[in-house]
């Protein structure tokens, strides 16, 4: 379990294929303080393992699952991806709770500097709704706007875009989205009892 707070902007240093998936390093720092093999870290919103890692970087397995839902097949070496360590019991969830399954791509439309920084993006799920949660990269963030059933605005604040790799979207990018899983557990039930 994550929060969507990024901790720490990554570079992908390899990304080395394999018959059964990709075997990535991703070079970091901060997030490396207390890590153990075996640890769950959110690459870009995707929960994965960690298999080694040394003072500088750390490597997981991708299998080709995680490679068909995220935009794990784009992460060449120089992308930077956002990390978060797993949520400890008793922490503080300053964002919301995020599973770290990703459950497809979205696109991005626009990205527009007004007042603040707005971007447009295509996904079509009916849990995304004005207000709610949601997921892009591994960020916690509010839907600002509905704007069709399969397009919205999220709005990010300075905090954010110099803390993930917000800066590198741009209109056609892939971002990895999870949409804000209480919100599709009840409809979940909700269809189950009717029947």
Known sequence: MFTGLIEEVGTVLSAEKHPDGVRFVIGCSRI???????????????????EVFDAASFTIFSIPETLAVTNFSELLPGTRVNLERALKLG?????????????????????????????????????????GS?????????VMEKISPDTFRVQI??????????GD??????????VDYIIKSLDYVRLNQAR
């Open 134 to 142: 949601v997921t892009l990269n591994g960020i916690s963030l509010t």
């Open 32 to 50: 490396l303080a207390d890590m153990k093999r075996g640890d769950s870290i959110a690459v870009n919103g995707a929960c994965q393992t960690v």
């Open 169 to 178: 979207w741009k209109a056609g990018s892939r971002v990895n989205i999870e």
């Open 157 to 166: 604040i300075p905090e954010t875009e110099m803390n993930t790799n917000i």
């Open 91 to 131: 922490d503080r969830i300053g964002g919301h709770l995020v599973q770290g399954h990703v459950e497809g791509t979205a696109e991005i439309l626009r990205v527009e500097r007004g007042k603040g920084l707005d971007i447009i993006i295509r996904y079509d799920s009916a849990y995304i709704i004005p207000k």
